[in-house]
């Protein structure tokens, strides 16, 4: 019943592979995916762990609701100790993967060891095998991808893997599945890489069920009818992508831009969602092919674009003249926006790179914004960039590292290191973007005060995806807060984050959240799940998530100290917009947040918080 | 106007009902040999399992279907045709007068000349009886011996493994079903065929059968390469030939079947054949040939229905096709899965996984196809071939993965 | 009026709900290996394709079931399988020329898209009316029609 | 007085003639309010979402007194998100 109550235990470094029992006990407290992939980690992995060492471990769960007619019910998390990080890691996807997960009969795959050799793991309903996957290594993504489906002589086989990036240890590796849909965060395809695992296939054609399936559609369908009838998931999304949002936050005055040293950027307009559907020059044709949905998702936020045949990345490169995934929002904001350059094409050609061999755009782009000003200020020269000359808006100089750093090759190999360990290899630690070693997306602290204690109290660094303030503070969703003030943002994080944690811990996307409250959310999970879920539960289960991994961080080393932001944000005022002459007022809201949470001064849960929470 | 047709097969019928809905007033005579109501050949596996009561192979399951659409049926076995008077003889009894004729006797299986077919306890599985005979002697853990492992043969196998008899297979060609299938997967059917507990022989011959006394009332069967099996039974299903002797003398041009033209005329006139007996046009080779299958049987009944109602309906062709159920493992052939001269092919085997897959192709065109192991959308392999799509760039993408049919058709039929 | 499924692949955005309906209306599981309606993927060209059954007049598939086991539904116009008389031949599975009628190993019988009774569901979980059951006259699905005509002859003029 | 005007996503559509990447230069009355700006341009009143001036928020019960001044940006969007 919408759990498949079972899970698939595989040991890399013996060639084992086992069937288990769900946990339901736990499952009824961390209800799947984030929530109860984390409850397993936390109890088998210790926190002190090196990430990259065999002892790490990595879990690829699904949600009670993955594979269910549910909207956007597809999605899977893989859930590590970050390769970039060092702190608890959790990067959710979606596309096609997580169902065919759930339809072979598996709630989640935990992974442990590491393999000698290249492997990859074969799941074909109740048969799972450990295949050779030496002559895959060394190829991207894409080509893994379709030798996989190739080799097996079935189209349908879904693949989530990692390209060359993840082998040779670039810091923000993602897994990808379907071609661009990827675990995007935290160096989880590092972690993947470490273990010699090049990918998971998976045939499932079981079928899920759902407890009170009458009860489900009308759930189901009451909560699609309320995203289709919301002007932001039954219009916007579908039409203008995330992207939309470029011009928004530029005009808000909150989009970064040269690595933070300015809040709004000229050339936003050129990469934003109007300019992917204006017609271009040389073919009369968009950058927008068209938008595409992941499983189960009746919004379709997602891009396919097209690259201008004669733009200099892919003239004389056929096989990038295709249709693939195009630019979202924070990927082309740190593309572009954070790197200083204007040019789509060039932006989309270094999504495409990112897919085929596997790692963050945003950690990505944000790492050569922080590496063009370490070349501006002379701390890094022609000598360490191989000639690359690397100035902000050099489209060229963007690309030629998204290629070399895609196979960790030449000055790619530096950029792979990330922002925080590239800077203070050359003295500048202050100018790495990051919280907890992990670069920030596309929202500036200083205009949008809520993001920079959403920043600093992601339990795995800098995020955007954890607690969301941009849809109050700047979007009116649920209700309008004013950006510009740090007063009530605490107790708004809080709640943002404590929601997201069920979100992402049902098997739902969090874009339902545009339009969708925990009362949408409820109604779903209680028709498909045994047990009795209200939205009362299902907050305590968030809030009990957030502490869980708060403690395992705890363990890990981190301490409040670790809840900071980079100075530029606490002491460079914006220069421009709304928020010209701010600071971040982080150190105003964090006592207020730790307080909210029920933890001490040091940023530690009470005894009382844990037992209130029964952690 | 009276429309007669001889045989109440498959073609029969369905030309029975095509010329019931393209001309509702005339008469229409529907003649069977056998004493059940219309049914079919290849159900008759599905009774032998005990899937389905005899009743379940009616080709027709609607009650008085036949009274209810004024068609008559009767009865008889032809003898001759008299063309000249437009009357059909039939065996001890009445003439049947026709103004229009079709002939739809379909196939018989054939004896090879060997010593002892006529022994109790050997039979075809061809008709209804045949399969009450066997039903008798196929109980769990007898030993029977299957002639041939030709598509009849396999489709029996089936059958009579489910039963749980102890089988043999005895095959003279060089591998199973020849006629359907290459090397590669014929063989791939043997190894299936042989994971599942039945004996396969192939390039071996029966030479001849002997009634044995011990115990009583079985058989041996003697083997070319000198192996001797004991037997309770003996099905022998050595291919078929079509049901024309009885059209000798009645002037219509014959060769393997009765030549029919792309309307289903035979050479005389007002006289039509169709399924199993006739020998219509081959899609794939553009000449003549018999294609003893179901759906060329009702597509000929159906084209035959239709012309002779007067309604011009010239016909493509038939598609050489079959698909086998040989205990689990699925396979399916298409048109020239033998390929042409010149012709690329793809090919894929995965023994382990008893998966096979091998396209033919003419220039950028599918022409013929083999596959074991899959039967998604293995329609599409109808289609390909039989809509003769250009392929474009799809004809790579099959080179590489030629699982990828059914994207190939979608993409070149409906873009 | 008959009523048919209009199919318009510009409007799919290949999110399957379609198939997780049908697959749940059929065989009461969420599982699109087992839909009777099928999304095309055609990744470099960013083209989504549904794909089923076309009930074509004429069909293949019920003409070449040797034992009556498919049949019209002449409310809807859909052909039926029926489960009770269906024996597992898969000789339907090949005569279609689309490929939209398949053997199900885990029944042994065929599946087909039988338009729900004339409530088709994949039509009533489409977001984007990729899908929608409207007049036959003015369907999509006469461009496989205008196909299938080209399979053999017989089919137009019936 | 001259004002820009920037009309996103859906709204692109109701952008005056000449207007260049989603923005156009407008002469409209001193102390014209986001509201008559609206109404003139012919905005669905229920697509314009978010409204800002330089960039700063004005809530639907302010654009009819808020004035703008010379060389004050508009910008005005339908219900969007992203992330």
């Not at chain 1, 079935?154 to 990808?176: L, Q, W």
């Not at chain 2, 790579?396 to 979608?410: F, Q, T």
Request: hydrophobic share 40%.
């Amino acid at each position: 019943m919408a759990w498949a109550k079972k899970l698939l235990r595989v040991n890399l470094t013996a060639g084992t592979i086992s069937e288990e029992a769900l946990n339901m006990d736990w499952a009824n407290k961390y209800l799947g995916q984030r929530g109860l992939a984390t409850k397993y980690f936390v109890e088998e992995v210790d926190p002190k762990v090196d990430p990259l060492s065999p002892d790490n471990k990595m879990i690829m769960a699904t949600g009670p609701l993955t594979g269910t007619c549910a909207s956007t019910a597809g999605r899977y998390s893989v859930i590590t100790k970050g390769a970039l990080t060092g702190a608890i890691a959790c990067s959710n996807s979606g596309g096609f993967f997580g169902n065919e997960m759930k339809n072979a009969g598996y709630d989640m795959v935990i992974f442990e060891g590491a393999s000698k050799t290249p492997v990859y793991l074969f799941i074909d309903n109740d048969n799972a095998q450990l295949i050779d996957a030496s002559d895959m290594w060394g190829t991207s993504v894409w080509d893994t991808e379709d030798k996989i489906k190739s080799d097996h002589q079935d189209p349908m086989i879904r693949v989530a893997s990692i390209g060359i990036s993840g082998e040779k240890g670039v810091k923000y590796a993602c897994v990808v599945n379907d071609y661009h849909r990827a675990a995007g965060r935290s160096g989880v395809g590092t972690v993947m890489g470490s273990k010699n695992l090049k990918a998971v296939a998976i045939r499932g054609t079981k079928g899920v069920t759902v407890k009170d399936p009458v009860r489900f559609f009308e759930a189901a369908n009451a909560g699609k009818a309320v995203l289709a009838g919301n002007p932001v998931t039954g219009e916007g999304l579908p039409a203008f992508g995330t992207q939309v949002l470029m011009n928004v936050i530029n005009e808000t005055g909150a989009l970064p831009s040269q690595n933070h040293r300015d809040v709004q950027f000229d050339g936003a307009h050129a990469i934003s969602a109007e300019a992917m559907a204006e017609p271009r020059e040389s073919d009369g044709k968009p950058n927008l092919v068209r938008n595409a949905a992941c499983f189960g998702c009746t919004i379709a936020c997602g891009r396919i674009s097209t690259i201008d045949r004669t733009h200099y990345t892919v003239a004389e490169r056929p096989e990038y003249q295709v249709a693939s995934g195009g630019l979202e929002y924070e990927a082309a904001w740190a593309l572009g926006a954070a790197t200083g350059v204007d040019d789509l094409d060039a932006l989309t050609f270094a999504n495409f790179i990112c897919n085929e061999q596997g790692y963050d755009p945003i950690s990505f782009g944000a790492t050569v914004g922080a590496a063009m000003e370490l070349y501006e200020i002379g701390a890094i020269t022609d000598k360490e960039t191989g000639g690359i000359e690397l100035k902000f808006g050099s489209a060229k100089a963007l690309t030629d590292l998204a290629e070399l750093t895609g196979k960790s090759e030449g000055f790619g190999a530096e950029i792979g290191l990330g922002s925080k360990l590239l800077c203070e290899k050359y003295g500048h630690g202050e100018l790495s973007m990051s919280v907890k070693g992990q670069e920030f997306p596309a929202y500036d602290s200083r205009g949008i005060q809520g993001m920079g204690l959403t920043y600093a109290t992601s339990n795995r660094g800098a995020c955007h995806l954890r607690s969301y303030t941009v849809a109050s503070e700047v979007l009116g969703i649920p209700e309008k807060t004013d950006p510009l003030v740090h007063e009530g943002k605490a107790g708004l994080v809080k709640a943002f984050q404590d929601a997201t944690a069920v979100f992402d811990s049902a098997g739902i996307c969090v874009f339902t959240s545009f339009a969708w409250s925990l009362e949408d959310v409820a109604p779903q999970i209680d028709a498909a799940c045994e047990g009795d879920w209200s939205v009362e539960t299902l907050l305590e289960v968030g809030e009990r998530i957030w502490n869980l991994e708060r403690n395992f961080n705890n363990a890990a080393g981190f301490t409040a100290a670790d809840d900071k932001l980079p100075e530029r944000l606490m002491k460079d005022a914006a220069k421009t917009g709304p928020a010209k002459g701010l600071t971040s007022q982080l150190d105003k809201m964090l006592p207020e947040y730790y307080q909210l949470r029920g933890w001490t001064a040091d940023g530690v849960p009470t005894n009382e918080t844990l037992g209130r929470l029964g952690l | 106007m009276t429309y007669v047709i001889i045989g109440a097969g498959p073609a029969g019928v369905t030309a029975a009902d095509t010329l019931r809905k393209a001309d509702p007033k005339a008469d229409i005579v529907m003649i069977g040999s056998e004493p059940e109501p219309p049914y079919s050949r290849m159900a008759i596996p599905y009774v032998l399992t005990g899937l389905i009561a005899e009743e379940g192979t009616y080709l027709r399951k609607e009650e008085g279907h036949y009274d209810k659409n004024a068609i008559q049926y009767r009865q008889g076995e032809a003898e001759s045709i008299d063309p000249k008077n437009k009357v059909v003889k039939l065996k001890g009894t009445d003439d049947q007068p026709y103004s229009k004729l079709l002939i739809a006797t379909g196939a018989s299986p054939v004896k090879p000349p060997i010593d002892g077919l006529d022994l109790k306890g050997v039979h075809h599985c061809w008709t209804l009886e045949d399969c009450r005979n066997i039903m008798k002697f196929a109980d769990k853990g007898a030993d029977v011996v299957l002639m041939g492992a030709g598509f009849i043969g396999c489709i029996i196998m089936e059958a009579l493994a489910e039963r749980g008899v102890n089988l043999t297979v005895v095959e003279a060609l060089d591998r199973m079903v020849p006629r359907m299938m290459n090397e590669a997967a014929g063989n791939m059917v043997k190894a299936w065929c042989e994971k599942q507990n039945v004996n396969v022989h192939t390039s071996t011959k029966v030479t001849k059968l002997e009634a044995s006394k011990d115990p009583e009332d079985t058989l041996v069967v003697d083997l070319d390469n000198g192996k001797q099996i004991p037997a309770h039974l003996v099905v022998v299903a050595t291919g078929v030939k079509s049901n024309i002797d009885f059209v000798d003398g009645a002037g219509l041009k014959t060769d393997q079947g009765i030549l029919v033209d792309e309307c289903m005329r035979t050479s005389v006139d007002d006289i039509y054949a169709a399924g199993d007996c006739a020998q219509g046009p081959d899609f794939s080779t553009g000449g003549w040939a018999v294609h003893a299958v179901q759906p060329t049987a009702v597509d000929h009944g159906r084209i035959a229905g239709l012309n002779m109602a007067g309604k011009s309906a010239p016909f493509k062709g038939s598609l050489n096709m079959n698909v086998l159920d040989t205990v689990g493992l699925i396979s399916a052939s298409f048109g020239k899965w033998d390929g042409i001269e010149g012709g690329d092919h793809a090919e894929v085997i995965d023994t382990e996984n008893f998966k096979y897959m091998r396209l033919e192709f003419d220039g950028d065109k599918i022409i013929g196809a083999l596959s074991l192991g899959r039967t998604d959308q293995i329609g599409v392999l109808r289609g390909l071939i039989q809509t003769e799509i250009a392929l474009g760039p799809w004809k790579e993408r099959l080179m590489e993965n030629p699982h990828l049919i059914a994207d190939a058709y979608v993409a070149c039929s409906q873009q | 009026m008959q009523k048919s499924l209009s199919i318009d692949p510009d409007k799919c955005t290949g999110c399957l709900q379609c198939e997780l309906a049908c697959s749940y209306d059929n065989e009461n599981a969420f599982n699109p290996a087992k839909s009777r309606i099928k999304i095309f993927t055609f990744h470099d060209k960013g083209r989504f394709v549904p794909y089923t059954c076309t009930q074509c007049y004429e069909a293949w598939c019920m003409h070449a079931c040797p034992v009556d086991a498919i049949t019209l539904d002449k409310g809807t116009g859909a052909k039926i399988v029926h489960d009770n008389l269906c024996v597992g031949c898969k000789v339907c599975t090949i005569a279609c020329p689309f490929g939209t009628i398949n053997y199900n190993a885990d029944t042994g019988k065929v599946i087909k898209c039988d338009l729900c009774e004339g409530e088709p569901e994949c039509a009533k979980a489409c977001p984007t009316d990729a899908i929608t059951y409207v007049d036959a006259n003015w369907t999509g699905l006469e461009k496989m029609r205008a196909w299938a005509e080209k399979t053999d002859a017989g089919q137009a003029s019936a | 007085m001259k004002v820009r005007i920037k009309l996103y996503a859906s709204l692109a559509e109701y952008l005056p003639m000449g207007a260049v990447k989603n923005e156009a230069d407008l002469e409209v009355c001193d102390k014209a309010t986001p509201t008559q700006i609206i109404l003139r341009l012919g905005l669905p009143e229920k697509m314009c979402h978010m409204v800002l001036i330089n960039g700063v928020y004005i809530a639907p019960d302010e654009r009819g007194s808020t004035s703008l001044a010379v060389g004050d940006h508009l910008a005005i969007w339908p219900p969007v998100a992203g992330g």
